[in-house]
Nanobody, 125 residues
Framework: QGQLVQSGGGSVQAGDSMRLSCALS????????MGWFRQAPGKEREFVAV????????YVEDSVKGRFTISRDIRANLGYLQMNSLTSEDTAVYYC??????????????????WGQGTQVTVSS
């Protein structure tokens, strides 16, 4: 059984950067697509980015494109979300998730079968 454990998060000032990490245990990360989602108070969980099992393929939501970067270290079984130029609108609980091979709709939370515990990111303006 796979498990995702997140690290990083906390409180920063607007304009700061932060990196979130996600460790996958029990499964080979290279076999899964790793996605990042976030959920602000009173809002639905929204897709942020995904990196696929095929090398070099990743997608970042338009709302954060140019500021957020998704990457992974297959040997270490780790995924990362690098967030730059943070604003108060980025304040949310961030989740990493893993989707099995064959998944085609990466924005749908229902397609992910492993989830991290979530980590709070608070950006003060």
């Amino acid at each position: 059984q796979g498990q995702l454990v997140q690290s990083g998060g906390g409180s920063v000032q607007a304009g700061d950067s932060m990196r979130l990490s996600c460790a996958l245990s029990g499964r080979a990360l290279s076999s899964y697509a790793m996605g990042w989602f976030r959920q602000a108070p009173g809002k639905e969980r929204e897709f942020v980015a995904v990196i696929l099992w095929s090398p070099g393929r990743s997608y970042v939501e338009d709302s954060v494109k140019g500021r957020f970067t998704i990457s992974r270290d297959i040997r270490a079984n780790l995924g990362y979300l690098q967030m730059n130029s943070l604003t108060s609108e980025d304040t949310a609980v961030y989740y990493c998730a893993a989707a099995p091979p064959g998944t085609s709709t990466f924005r749908d939370v229902n397609n992910y079968n492993y989830w991290g515990q979530g980590t709070q990111v608070t950006v003060s303006s």
